[in-house]
């Protein structure tokens, strides 16, 4: 949240604008609420007027590009300083400064001042070597060395002994220093060539010698080469893990190098021929528009021979020599850059959405439930809760291998179901889940048999142990050994999946690619408000909630959140929202922004369990005494669509919050998530080695990535549904089709056990719909 009475510059609101394609009002709007310390959940919820009704994912985006933008503003004043104080601004170079749209762009225009040491270039400049330059470049058929033996002289100081020129040779690499220099500082050449080389170059990958099976895994990029400009977001990440790695070297050239000819022959040969005679048409290119910015006839570049000492060959081996030692390096390694932070907002884009996904998936509600954690060795720990998540019982059983104690097992089960009338089982997906899924499929029929209604359903318990051992679990469940918390977790996450994985750290939830190439700071950031999203978009019930799930909800924080419990504690549930603002270090502020998102069942004010802000409140009650509703009911949707919803619109009160008001008056509460449903797994496909192609699976979708989908088909591997396997439609983005929690239906294509990859289909018949529906209720939110 950023405080204070900063405004934004209207040259960032007019940035932001075009960026998200809405009115400036808009944003100068949602900028001055932010600047003045209003949440993105309250300003996306109850400031729609204002802001011309921008969602929270817009609101995001302000948020963050306003952030971002007044950071590069700062950067770039400290670079126009900096080039002051170096006597290097030129107007071209301050207009490229001013013009520059993002700080990678303002890095790559102040690399080439950075260095603090005096470079080859100063030195030559100091040594009056500037003259010789214009010389070589006036007269390119004279003799070389006649030219550059009118330049030797002894230093003109004995402070600087580097100042002298010894030698035709030294003057010589000197010119050729300051040639360099002049290219590489001329931004209007760099942005030419870098255009080009990002629109024609290629990004390729070789093996590191050596490292064949210590690289096995990044076997896809051991000869590996792709335009620059089409390689998706994904595979730039792969490409620098496996660098990272040591098992290849990645780089970026011109176009793709030949191999070595000597080696082949016949047909190979020939086409190795053809792929070096494109190398060197794209190189001569380049090099040909590095010598006419500077100055130098392109026809120089057809001597081949430096070895002659005319001025010609000089200016065209100074030409290559520029453009493969100074130029092409600085462009590789900024595209690199840019490539690289452009896949790290992608994937934290993905690892986000995922979240929202998993965030918001069906809770099985208040329904009594018993978690079973999977082991072999240490036994399957189990916990039964209650419809409120209270823990009833806990234990253990021990029966796979090496215990075998499966009998002993259903009979504590039976015991446990019938005692507390369990009506749902989550099974963690871990090690033994299928075993463990079998267990239960026995005792499911055997409590048939007596009449008690079981279902089982496989739980991700990804983050559940790093929940166990944190110091939140054992305030939580002080009273319970650390190896049957997870068992808890697990149990509770199926009855709530948002309450329970809020307490969790959001990169161990398991839904992400690549989280661990990205910025720490930048996921974190994303991710935190990714949680807050979804806590605010569903609600939360202050007589039940845990201080992490408070903490989460808009204006509110860990301290406040805490207070909010420990008042509960003390005093009794709360029976009005007002009471809220007893609670210490809860201020007026706070409670405006936390007010609306807080729920209160069976209390004084029966509008306390809707969305309605208590600002509006006297607006609610007057639509429902028009309705003829009733209060603490809600009033029938035929009756409210009697009324007019602009009748009741106010200076204060537009009609987007009226009809917001509507809609919670007709369904208070109401749940955006969607309808609880499970997957059922094949029976006998419980490990890779019974996956065969051609098999129908039902699935769960465990994670979305740019390239693709991972189906958890029961087998401890997930499979992946690639990007071309969706649709026989084109499918840009695979959030289109599926999202995180969908149950599917998929046809195996390939099955890979050495390297644990299965390859799926949602296209299962071939008479089949090309956009497969998943199987989740409801409608999502976009």
Not at 273 to 290: G, I
Not at 435 to 444: F, H, P
Not at 526 to 548: Q, R
Not at 559 to 585: C, K, M, W
Request: with cysteine; charged share 25%; proline share 4%.
């Amino acid at each position: 949240m950023m405080t204070g009475t900063t405004f934004a510059d209207p040259q960032i609101i007019r940035s932001i604008t075009e960026q998200l394609g809405v009115r400036e009002g808009q944003v100068k709007a949602a900028c001055e609420f932010l600047d003045a310390g209003a949440t993105v959940p309250f300003i996306a919820r109850y400031r729609k007027e204002r802001t011309g009704s921008l969602d929270d994912a817009q609101l995001r985006t302000i948020q963050e590009r306003l952030l971002y933008l007044r950071d590069l503003e700062a950067k770039r004043a400290s670079v126009l300083d900096s080039l002051t104080r170096k006597k290097a601004l030129g107007e071209s170079l301050r207009a490229a400064v001013l013009a520059a749209a993002t700080k990678s762009e303002l890095n790559a225009l102040y690399a080439p001042y950075k260095s603090a040491r005096r470079t080859h270039a100063q030195i030559a400049y100091e040594a009056g070597l500037e003259d010789l330059v214009e010389d070589l470049l006036q007269v390119p058929l004279a003799g070389l060395n006649d030219i550059a033996s009118a330049y030797i002289h002894e230093p003109e100081e004995e402070a600087a002994p580097d100042t002298g020129v010894t030698d035709a040779a030294s003057a010589l690499a000197g010119a050729r220093a300051i040639i360099m220099d002049r290219a590489a500082h001329d931004h209007d050449l760099m942005s030419t060539l870098h255009e080009k080389l990002w629109n024609t170059g290629i990004i390729s990958a070789r093996l590191v010698p050596g490292q064949e099976e210590a690289g096995a895994k990044f076997s896809d990029y051991f000869a590996f080469s792709e335009h620059i400009r089409r390689i998706p977001s994904h595979r730039v990440l792969a490409l620098l893990r496996a660098e990272k790695a040591g098992a290849v070297k990645v780089s970026i050239d011109v176009a793709q190098p030949a191999p070595a000819l000597s080696k082949l022959s016949g047909e190979a040969r020939t086409k190795a021929q053809r792929q070096a005679d494109a190398y060197e048409h794209a190189r001569a290119s380049f090099e040909a528009q590095v010598a006419i910015d500077l100055g130098i006839p392109v026809q120089v570049l057809n001597i081949v021979s430096d070895d002659d000492d005319r001025v010609l060959s000089w200016l065209a081996t100074t030409v290559r020599t520029t453009w493969r030692q100074r130029l092409l390096p600085r462009l590789a390694s900024d595209i690199r850059t840019e490539l690289f932070e452009k896949a790290q907002q992608d994937a934290i884009a993905v690892f986000a959405s995922n979240l929202r996904d998993v965030l918001l998936a069906a809770p099985a509600g208040t329904r009594t439930v018993l978690g079973l954690d999977p082991g072999l060795r240490t036994g399957v720990k189990l916990a039964v809760v209650d419809g409120t998540g209270k823990v009833l019982e806990t234990g253990a059983i021990y029966p796979h291998a090496p215990h075998h104690k499966l009998e002993e097992a259903l009979i504590t089960l039976q015991s446990l179901c019938q005692r507390h009338a369990v009506e749902l089982i989550a099974i963690g997906n871990g090690t033994a889940s299928r075993e463990t899924d079998r267990m239960v499929a026995t005792l499911i029929s055997r409590c048939a048999a007596q009449n008690l209604r079981l279902q089982k359903v496989v739980v991700s318990e990804a983050g559940a142990s790093v929940y166990s051992a944190s110091e939140r679990a054992s305030d939580e469940l002080a009273d319970l050994d650390v190896t049957v918390r997870g068992a808890v977790s697990i149990a509770r996450r199926l009855q709530d999946p948002l309450a329970e994985l809020v307490k969790i750290d959001p990169k161990s939830i398991g839904v992400g690619q690549y989280q661990h190439d990205v910025p720490e700071t930048l996921l974190e950031q994303a991710l935190t408000h990714v949680v807050e999203d979804c806590v605010n978009a569903v609600g939360v019930w202050v007589n039940s909630a845990s201080a992490a799930l408070l903490a989460r909800v808009a204006g509110l924080n860990k301290t406040t959140a805490e207070n909010i419990v420990a008042y509960r504690h003390e005093h009794g549930p709360f029976s009005r929202r007002e009471q809220l603002l007893d609670v210490p270090r809860l201020g007026v502020k706070a409670f405006e922004q936390a007010a609306g998102f807080i729920r209160i069942a069976d209390g004084d004010e029966p509008l306390d369990a809707s969305a309605v802000h208590p600002e509006a409140y006297d607006l609610a009650r007057n639509i429902v005494k028009d309705a003829g509703g009733l209060q603490g009911t809600a009033v029938p949707a035929t009756r409210l669509l009697e009324l007019e919803p602009a009748d009741y619109v106010t200076d204060r009160f537009g009609l987007p919050t009226v009809r917001d008001i509507f809609a919670e008056l007709a369904q208070p509460g109401r749940d955006p998530r969607p309808a609880f449903k499970t997957a059922k797994y094949a029976d006998g496909v419980e490990n890779i080695s019974d996956v065969r192609p051609g098999m129908l699976l039902e699935g769960t979708v465990s994670n979305v990535a740019a390239f693709g989908a991972f189906v958890d088909i029961g087998v401890h591997q997930d499979g992946l549904i690639h990007l071309s396997a969706m649709s026989r439609d084109y499918v840009k983005d695979p959030h289109d089709i599926v999202r995180s929690g969908d149950v599917v239906t998929v046809r195996v294509l390939e099955v890979d056990p050495q390297r644990k990859r299965i390859s799926l289909t949602l296209l299962v018949d071939e008479k089949a719909d090309a956009r497969p529906s998943s199987h989740r209720g409801g409608k999502r939110k976009r």
